[in-house]
């Protein structure tokens, strides 16, 4: 048996895993369902490629025939399979460093989320693992891996807002601005549902979990602008989170050269800006941004961005 088919029958994930009937997710209507279907066969498609074939060229190529759109969920499907790999051979274990080099530099940001995904699956320590990645994006694995136990496993992090051992200090706080991402989906992108959900966790938490509603929001798509406006009056209170999350999707899908007319509308909602203009505030946030405070760089940066809206 060729050994990259090998690997797909050992660690392949089955496409009826993303379809909503399989999670239990309910969605607001058809179109909506639609569309995060599509998003979860994309990521899937993205891991199986990367597990077939992680030469860097060749794997880059096969992504980049993907709808523009859909791009960026296929590059982190296959962050995740190289970060799975990378763990699991005695040998080889750049291929993620490569990708974030090459060609998943265009969308670094998903790349590092898609890495969260393989630590999840993993069981990975997370202080650990992140000292593998840059000091800064190296958090939104931290993301990824809230998002994927929100996805997979929401009867225990959404219903029962239980969070993994695993998971502490700091790391708790990005932990569930991926799980409040998850909720865009587990809700079906129902703002009714997801609010309420929201206000059903300590309000210590509450705060991340918007700033998660914002990044899905704007990044994912799926809802029609009357919904982008009541999402705005429900969470009027994490006004700041929502900003913070949406003008850094705004930045993922702008660096990617991906923008959609979705995440234009979300960006004017949210940020009361143009996408072009929150992309800027993330950058902006960056300048002498400190790496030798007692609080994480990434927590600035947030917090930097959050106060710009305020």
Same mark, same amino acid.
């Given at each position: ?112 989320? +898609?890495? *969260?995904? !393989? ?10 693992? /992140? @000292?593998? &990645?840059?000091? =800064? ?74 700033? +998660?509603? *914002?990044? !899905? ?10 919904? /982008? @406006?009541? &999402?705005?009056? =429900? ?76």
């Amino acid at each position: 048996m060729n050994p990259y088919y090998f690997r797909k029958l050992l660690f392949g994930i089955s496409p009826n895993e993303t379809s909503f009937s399989k999670r239990g997710f309910q969605a607001v209507s058809s179109e909506t369902r639609e569309q995060l279907e599509k998003i979860g066969e994309t990521f899937v498609f993205g891991y199986h490629a990367a597990l077939l074939d992680d030469n860097i060229e060749s794997l880059s190529k096969q992504l980049d025939t993907l709808p523009n759109e859909m791009r960026g969920f296929g590059y982190e499907g296959a962050a995740m399979a190289m970060t799975l790999l990378d763990f699991l051979s005695p040998l080889n274990r750049s291929r993620f460093k490569r990708f974030v080099q090459g060609a998943g530099a265009r969308h670094i940001y998903m790349v590092h989320v +898609g890495a *969260g995904w !393989a630590w999840a699956r993993l069981h990975r320590n997370i202080n650990k693992a /992140l @000292k593998t &990645l840059d000091p =800064l994006l190296g958090w939104l694995a931290v993301d990824g891996y809230g998002f994927h136990e929100g996805y997979f496993h929401w009867q225990k992090t959404v219903t029962q807002g239980v969070i993994p051992s695993r998971i502490s200090g700091y790391a708790r706080h990005v932990f569930d601005q991926g799980l409040g991402r998850s909720l865009w989906f587990v809700k079906g992108a129902d703002v009714e549902a997801i609010a309420q959900t929201i206000n059903g966790f300590s309000i210590e938490r509450q705060t991340d979990l918007w700033s +998660g509603i *914002g990044l !899905a929001v704007t990044y994912a798509g799926g809802v029609e602008e009357i919904t /982008l @406006k009541r &999402l705005a009056e =429900l969470g009027k209170d994490f006004r700041l989170q929502l900003a913070q999350g949406s003008a850094f999707a705004a930045k993922a899908r702008e660096r990617a050269n991906n923008l959609t007319p979705h995440t234009h509308k979300a960006s004017q909602i949210f940020c009361a800006t143009e996408t072009t203009e929150a992309a800027r505030v993330t950058d902006d946030a960056l300048i002498n941004l400190p790496y030798d405070s007692s609080k994480p760089a990434y927590e600035i940066w947030r917090q930097r961005i959050q106060e710009h809206y305020r």
